[in-house]
């Protein structure tokens, strides 16, 4: 079956090369034919990748051990389920898995792509087809899941146990996934440049997959925290690891472009600075890919270091080379058709917004390169981990929560000084009066009463908003619910924000909670003891062991009450796994929206006796609302509006022309 | 937004307002005074501890990892805590022992405060560029607009506009449930 | 076995790519049809003025401001409306003088 794989490869390799030349050749030379043919080309090329990646599944489920990547990756013990995490484990199968799934993408974005960018579509295709020619032929040159050993090994060396979680059957492909299709939007944008036509006709779709790639990539994100939190044990979700950082850095981009696609949508503002963030998102992506791939800089994530990192490099510097090219040669198309009315605008917001996102990217890639500088200039490698971010991106992003709060009261082109602050009012005083009680509460932390009350002033402000907007509708005829229905229907991208402006808010509360108010502790307990953390007392009842082929397996039971109310038991659970000297950990968690009971144990000494970490994280439980938040605000905010098909003045023949109908009432 | 705007008369949004803000400010300023009890030694320890690297793991801090060495290292920074030395004095300590690295941080001193200062600097120009670009990008559309009003309709577009009034109905009524609010034509 | 299986793929890529060049010419694409395109500017038009009158009933957009550009985008979807059906008329009148050409030869060929 490798072979097949192997010859796949090549194929989809020489069919990726035809798509991304006939595209741009059809184009050029006006014929339909190539421009067909090239795009059967582009839906050709994920089916023969199908193909090869059904090739490494069955290779991997029949333990065909002489592909080196099977080997690697796998062994007789390892449960069948696994070979899906397998498959994108080490750097050649998840370059097979990002080639497939970008050209899946791809393809489905050819398919469905609208009238008004058919005369950019062939330079968007051939963007995307070189980038997806690079990845095939990385593959081919450098790092083939097929290549197969010389002899054939017993058995392979079985799966790295940290990825044997349900986290890890989504969040890294959806994170690669979502960094490779970064491009999409990117060859939407770039491909209207080249092709100097209407300037806006590329904004709609192209706002439709910069969401789609923004919601991947977020969710991904944030399936990394909670799988960290669940997994990692060290009570923490997220490190401002480099690999973190390379995730994040696109996917602030992305939201600052998707806001600021919506001014050029509604009022033609904005088309070059569009094109500018588009392509900081793309770059930003493939910096992400880049190191990833073991670039230069150490992480707990590393695939392991490799030289394919700065093949990567090269072709980002390829990349950008190209974009700035493009932009320089199209500089004077893209003169907005609008220009800005007044600084209290929603315009101007968007602006500031952009310029916080970007400036929390900015801190974010210069903490990840700021230890390579170090070390150019004096020779001295320092560290930038948790504390530099903290300090530095906490003001911005406690700056953003306020923006996310006032922006969406600010109308569109200008706003009097009595809008405003009529608007400002009610969540204002909201905001207030949460500090107030919070305060009263004993809670006096500063920063956690700023973020608090921030929180507080976004939710008052949406919620007012849908309130003053279900009573406007309900007093038009609608009852209540229609009203409330009808509402979001009539304006779903700007309902879909508030849904995920909520997301944020969540996040913010759990972030807020547990940096500001958590608590941990370590102790050492023999069975039968006892300690209090906080109000919880929690009695080691004593460890189970059970012994599996490739691993020994810790069960940790102990029974928590809170203030002598009821008991419940947990289980901290560890595995050691003598052949790799790993050990991984599930974190026994007690969440309750108030707060999370969580305990770890870190170690078994030879007395008997363990040792464990005990973390009271206050809010986190908010924070997983996050994710299905932010999915759900995309799905509201992409939801197709219904078009003018049905209207007599436009009923039309099935390929579009239009008869000349007699007026009339339908 | 009736009933709104008749509470808000009534008490009147300018001074409310202002008195509102002063309220936050004392909050704030309450919070700072009363901050909470001062932090105890476990709690600088790990303070100290997330702010120290394991020279050993990749891109953990001692308070993260599990290694034998980032255990002893926790266990000397509660020693010193104990002892009565300094949270610099015991940061000293390991930079001695481990190079600069060991911290999580740079230090603010000597070239590391490019590390804290190009952040600062960099986001200061930024806002002062948008600034700018928002002073230029404002012109004055009061002469745009008078001359749209100022327009007139040509006769033979009647009877499109009136297929069209009949479209936007639609379209509009489509979405409110309620008939649209197309206003007469000028 | 998978040589086969290589080859087999390979002549159905070749035959997908290669059909557009044998198949018979179809009629104009409707992408590029003009009539079809304003159309699509008119719906454009109808949404903006759909998203601006959303925006007034929630507080977004002033009377004062909505009336008129409300007005220019009633105006320009007229407009619209108008060059729409002219060009449908033209394209009408030329497929008949086509027709009558093609008649014409055919009755003296």
């Known amino acids: 079956m490798a072979e097949t794989g192997t010859i796949a490869l090549y194929l989809a390799l020489v069919l990726s090369v035809y798509g991304a030349f006939g595209s741009v050749l059809g184009r050029l030379r006006s014929s339909p034919q190539l421009l067909d043919s090239a795009r059967y080309a582009v839906y050709m090329v994920p089916m023969i990748l199908a193909v090869a990646t059904f090739s490494l599944v069955m290779s991997f489920l029949r333990h065909d051990f002489r592909v080196e990547y099977v080997a690697a990756h796998s062994n007789l013990a390892m449960n069948p389920e696994y070979t899906w995490v397998a498959i994108y484990a080490g750097n050649a199968g998840s370059l097979l898995y990002i080639a497939f799934t970008l050209s899946l993408m791809v393809a489905i974005m050819v398919a469905l792509a609208p009238k008004a960018i058919t005369h950019s579509l062939p330079y968007t295709i051939t963007i995307l087809m070189a980038i997806v020619t690079f990845f095939i032929g990385v593959m081919v040159a450098l790092a083939n899941p097929f290549d197969t050993l010389s002899f054939t090994p017993p058995d392979g060396q079985g799966i790295n146990p940290l990825l044997t979680h349900p986290g890890m059957f989504i969040h890294p492909p959806l994170l690669m996934t979502g960094l490779a299709a970064v491009s999409i939007p990117f060859a939407i944008a770039v491909g209207s440049l080249i092709s100097g036509r209407s300037p806006d006709g590329w904004v709609d779709v192209g706002r439709v997959w910069a969401l789609v790639v923004w919601a991947m990539l977020g969710t991904g994100v944030l399936l990394g925290a909670w799988w960290a939190y669940t997994i990692l044990g060290w009570g923490g979700y997220w490190a401002w690891d480099p690999i973190e950082n390379v995730a994040l850095m696109p996917w602030l981009a992305l939201t600052a472009s998707v806001h600021s696609l919506m001014v050029q949508k509604r009022r033609g503002m904005f088309r070059m600075w569009n094109i500018v963030l588009v392509n900081i998102a793309f770059t930003l992506s493939l910096f992400g890919i880049f190191i990833n791939r073991g670039g230069p800089v150490p992480s707990v994530h590393s695939f392991g270091a490799s030289t394919l990192g700065w093949v990567f490099l090269g072709f980002l510097g390829v990349s950008v080379l190209f974009s700035f090219g493009v932009f320089a040669f199209r500089y004077n198309s893209m003169r907005s058709a609008a220009s800005l009315d007044s600084m209290l605008s929603r315009e101007a917001a968007f602006l500031v917004n952009n310029l916080l996102l970007l400036g929390v990217a900015f801190v974010t890639l210069w903490g990840v390169v700021f230890p390579l500088i170090s070390q150019m200039f004096r020779g001295v490698t320092v560290t930038v981990a948790a504390p530099f971010y903290n300090q530095v991106n906490g003001p911005l992003l406690l700056a953003l929560i306020f923006l996310m709060g006032v922006g969406p009261l600010l109308p569109w082109r200008h706003a009097t000084a009595t809008t405003l602050r009529r608007a400002i009012q009610t969540p204002g005083i909201v905001a207030i009066v949460t500090v107030g009680l919070l305060l009263a509460a004993g809670i006096s932390k500063p920063f956690a009463l700023v973020a608090f009350g921030l929180c507080a002033f976004v939710v008052a402000g949406i919620v007012r908003e849908w309130v003053h907007g279900t009573l406007v509708r309900h007093r038009r005829g609608e009852n209540y619910l229609a009203a409330f229905g009808g509402l979001i229907a009539a304006n779903r991208p700007r309902y879909g924000g508030y849904v995920a402006h909520l997301a944020i808010v969540v996040l913010a509360l759990g972030v807020a909670g547990s940096s500001f108010y958590g608590t941990q502790r370590d102790i050492i307990m023999g069975p039968g003891d006892e300690e209090t953390v906080g109000k919880y007392t929690i009695r080691f009842e004593g460890v189970r062991t059970e012994t599996r082929a490739d691993r020994i397996e810790f069960f940790n039971d102990v029974t928590v009450s809170q203030d002598g109310g009821e008991v419940m038991g947990m289980t901290a659970w560890r595995a050691f796994y003598p052949d790799l000297r790993m050990a991984a950990t599930r974190a026994a968690i007690r969440s309750t929206p108030v707060e999370d009971l969580y305990i770890v144990s870190s170690e078994s000494l030879e007395d008997g006796r363990v040792a464990f970490r005990i973390l009271v994280n206050p809010l986190v439980w908010w924070m997983w609302l996050a994710g299905p938040l932010l999915l759900l605000g995309t799905l509201v905010a992409l939801w197709p509006q219904r078009s003018l098909a049905g209207s007599p003045a436009s009923t039309g023949r099935a390929d579009g022309n239009i008869a000349a109908a007699p007026f009339g009432p339908d | 937004m009736h009933s709104m705007s008749q509470i808000h008369r009534r008490f009147q949004p300018g001074r409310l307002f202002s008195i509102v803000a002063l309220a936050a400010v004392a909050m704030l300023g309450t919070a700072c005074l009363t901050q909470g009890t001062s932090p105890t030694l476990e709690e600088r320890a790990q303070e100290i501890g997330r702010s120290l690297m394991c020279p050993v793991c990749p891109g953990e801090t001692i308070e993260q990892s599990q290694a034998e060495l980032a255990k002893q290292m926790r266990a000397i920074v509660r020693e010193k805590l104990a002892s009565g030395e300094t949270r610099q004095e015991v940061l000293d300590f390991f930079v001695d022992r481990y190079n600069e690295d060991v911290l999580a941080a740079p230090p603010k001193s000597g070239f590391n405060l490019v590390a804290w200062g190009i952040p600062v600097l960099g986001i200061a120009a930024a806002m002062a560029t948008l600034a700018l670009v928002l002073r230029g990008m404002r012109r004055n559309t009061i002469g745009v607009s008078v001359a749209k009003e100022g327009a007139t309709v040509e006769a033979d577009l009647e009877p499109y506009l009136a297929r069209v009034d009949l479209e936007l109905e639609r379209v509009l009524r489509g979405d409110d449930g309620a008939p649209g609010g197309v206003p007469p034509s000028a | ?109």
């Open chain 3, 1 to 109: 076995m998978p040589l086969l299986a290589g080859i087999v793929l390979a002549w159905i890529s070749v035959l997908v790519l290669v059909w557009p060049f044998l198949r018979r010419k179809n009629a104009v694409h409707s992408d590029d049809d003009p009539v079809v395109e304003i159309r699509r500017r008119r719906e454009a038009v109808y949404e903006e003025a759909r998203v601006l009158h959303n925006d007034h009933l929630l507080g977004d957009v002033p009377l004062v401001e909505y009336e008129p550009r409300f007005q220019t985008h009633r105006v320009l979807a007229a407009e619209l409306l108008r060059d729409e059906e002219r060009l449908q008329e033209l394209a009408g009148r030329l497929e008949e003088e086509i027709l009558e050409m093609r008649r014409k030869v055919g009755t003296e060929g």
